[in-house]
């Protein structure tokens, strides 16, 4: 299997170093960018050309769901993974309506967590953590929802 090249996003310096040794653990990833705000990223997105982007979202404010959003605009080709402290249905189900291909919660993250995301992005499926109270198969009628009763 290639290399997969990852590049996050985080504003908290704990979190980022999380998230890049659990990287490391994984052989067939390559971090070709690390961040610590959204205008940095974006600046940067088309000169690094990842294949999978980490998006914390340390709010779940418009704004910060936006982003996903905005990210894909500037490469509809990448993948987003999302991290968040938020679990709750409505930040859920926003990030996956911006396009987000999997969410992991932030108290759930493990190597294991983070490998099933990177590999279902490769078979472009949805993931959502197990440590959501949400089930993956919620994820069409929540989508569905926000389409019907957008709130952004």
């Known amino acids: 299997m290639p290399t997969t090249k990852i590049v996050f ?3 908290d310096a704990l979190s980022r170093e999380t ?3 659990l990287l490391k653990k994984s052989l067939s990833v390559e971090i070709v960018g690390e961040f610590d705000n959204k205008v940095d990223l ?3 997105l088309d000169e690094i050309s990842p294949d999978i982007v980490i998006y914390d979202l340390h709010t779940n404010q418009r704004e ?3 982003a996903i959003r905005e990210i894909l605009l500037i490469n509809p080709a990448l993948k987003v993974i999302v991290t968040s402290t938020f679990e709750d249905f409505k930040t859920i189900s926003l990030a996956f309506t911006m396009g987000a291909i999997a969410i992991l919660t932030k108290r759930s993250l493990t190597i294991r967590e983070l490998t099933n995301a990177i590999s279902s992005s490769h078979h472009n499926t949805h993931y ?3 440590g ?3 089930k993956l198969e919620n994820i069409s009628k929540m989508i569905q929802l926000n389409y019907l ?3 952004i």
Do not use: A, T
Request: net charge negative.
């Open 42 to 44: 974006m600046n940067q």
């Open 9 to 11: 996003c985080d504003n």
């Open 64 to 66: 910060d769901i936006l």
């Open 128 to 130: 959502l953590s197990r």
């Open 149 to 151: 009763h957008p709130s």
């Open 19 to 21: 998230i890049k040794i």
């Open 132 to 134: 959501s109270e949400f």
